[in-house]
Structures are given as structure tokens and as C-alpha cells.
């Protein structure tokens, strides 16, 4: 069965520290896998997007890794804002029309 | 870049009222269109897609349907609301590129009492 599953479901950081949201994904075939930042009530935002072969890419100071072979990604931020807060979502790819969702990451920064 | 327009924001309708939920898009012709719904703490659930003017694919049987009157409308319906259907109904458009990248609008609230 397909499936994505994130951790921790959700986090609280002091503003300007660093987090880490995991991935971790069972779905074949294996297409793509993005991240995409949801604030509350709004559609979600793509932050990257990787295939197969890229094991990182960065936009700004979202920085995220792909380990294709123990199937699993991270979404490292870096020197947090308040305007960070919101749902982390995994989704990942297995080939046209085939998207699977991760129930996403809440994160909520500090002042 | 492209635009993607949803009405209305929010809406809280009674059991069994009928439901017109709207997607516009701008900016891209012969778009990809999708409907979502997600529900709390749930992750995005595919309802529809199509891949042009008068083409849908369910995903999931329900009492909800589709319609894609022009390359750029995606509208979404039901004849009767059921208590189940309250959710954030998100639209989404996807371009063609290699990635297959898809954009998502600004969702509507649906609230059945």
C-alpha cells in the first residue's frame, strides 16, 4: 500500500533555531517528492520538489534531502520565523495522476 | 505564471442543500484540474481530475461530482450535502513540465450543519 508518513506531527521552536521534519514513504512506482508549506486556511505552497536522482535541494533557508534507497526525506529549516508557522506537507509521486499525501508536520515558532 | 481562483471562501450550508463550489484558472491553457478535499488532521484526499473539457476521473465514490465547462472552469457539485462532506475543498492545476508540478488555489471552507 502506498503511503507517506511525517513526523513529528507537530513541533514548537523558539524563533530563529533550526528544525528537521522527516518523511518517510512506501510508494512505487517512485516518480517525484515535494514539500509544500500550508498556512492555515490557505492552499498549499511548493517549497522543492526532487526526483530520483537529487538527494537535495534548497529554496532559501528550506533546505530538503532525499535518500531514495531507505526511502525516506527531510525538511531542514534554518534560523526559523515566525511567519515559518504552519503544516509541512510530504507528497510524493508515483507517476502521472498519482499523488500521495503525507498528513503533514504542524509547526509553530516561538517569539 | 498561473492564477488559480476559488469561490466561494468559505460557506456553511444545511444537510441535503445542493453545492456549486468554483475553480477558475489563469495564466495556462490546457491545464490538468484537481479537486482535493481535505478534512482536519487528515491529509489531501483526490475527489476529481481532468485533463480537459469534459473529461473527468473519480477518485472516490461519493454524492459529489464534476464538471469542466471551459479549459480554465472546474466546478464542483452535489445534489445533496451530508454532514461528511464539511471540509477544505482545495483546487489544483498542474502544468505541463517535467516535474508535473501542481499549484493549488486558495481552498473554500464548507461547513455542513
Known amino acids: 500500500k502506498n503511503q507517506v508518513e511525517q513526523s513529528p506531527q507537530s513541533l514548537i521552536i523558539l524563533e530563529g533555531k533550526n528544525c528537521t521534519l522527516q518523511?518517510?514513504?512506501?510508494?512505487?512506482?517512485?516518480?517525484?517528492l515535494r514539500w509544500y508549506k500550508q498556512d492555515t486556511g490557505r492552499g498549499p505552497v511548493s517549497l522543492t520538489i526532487?526526483?530520483?536522482?537529487?538527494n537535495t535541494k534548497s529554496n532559501g533557508r528550506y533546505t530538503a534531502t532525499l535518500d531514495a534507497d531507505t526511502k525516506q526525506s527531510s525538511l531542514h529549516i534554518t534560523a526559523s520565523q515566525l511567519s515559518d508557522s504552519a503544516s509541512y506537507i510530504c507528497?510524493?509521486?508515483?507517476?502521472?495522476?498519482?499523488?500521495?499525501f503525507g498528513t503533514g508536520t504542524r509547526l509553530l515558532v516561538s517569539p | 505564471s498561473q492564477t488559480i481562483h476559488q469561490w466561494p471562501a468559505t460557506l456553511v450550508q444545511p444537510v441535503g442543500s445542493p453545492l456549486s463550489l468554483e475553480c477558475t484558472v489563469e495564466?495556462?491553457?490546457?491545464?490538468?484540474l484537481y479537486w482535493y478535499r481535505q478534512a482536519a488532521g487528515r491529509g489531501l484526499q483526490l475527489l476529481f481530475y481532468?485533463?480537459?473539457?469534459?473529461?473527468i476521473s473519480s477518485e472516490v465514490p461519493q454524492n459529489l461530482s464534476a464538471s469542466r465547462p471551459q479549459d480554465r472552469q472546474f466546478i464542483l457539485s452535489s445534489k445533496k450535502l451530508l454532514l461528511s462532506d464539511s471540509g477544505f475543498y482545495l483546487c489544483?492545476?498542474?502544468?505541463?513540465?517535467?516535474?508535473?508540478?501542481?499549484?493549488f488555489g486558495p481552498g473554500t471552507r464548507l461547513t455542513v450543519l
Open positions: 507528497v510524493v509521486s508515483a507517476g502521472f495522476q498519482k499523488l500521495v
Open positions: 518523511c518517510n514513504y512506501t510508494v512505487s512506482p517512485f516518480s517525484n
Open positions: 526532487m526526483t530520483f536522482s537529487e
Open positions: 495564466g495556462t491553457s490546457n491545464p490538468n
Open positions: 481532468s485533463v480537459g473539457i469534459g473529461q
Open positions: 489544483a492545476c498542474q502544468r505541463q513540465s517535467s516535474y508535473n508540478e501542481q499549484f
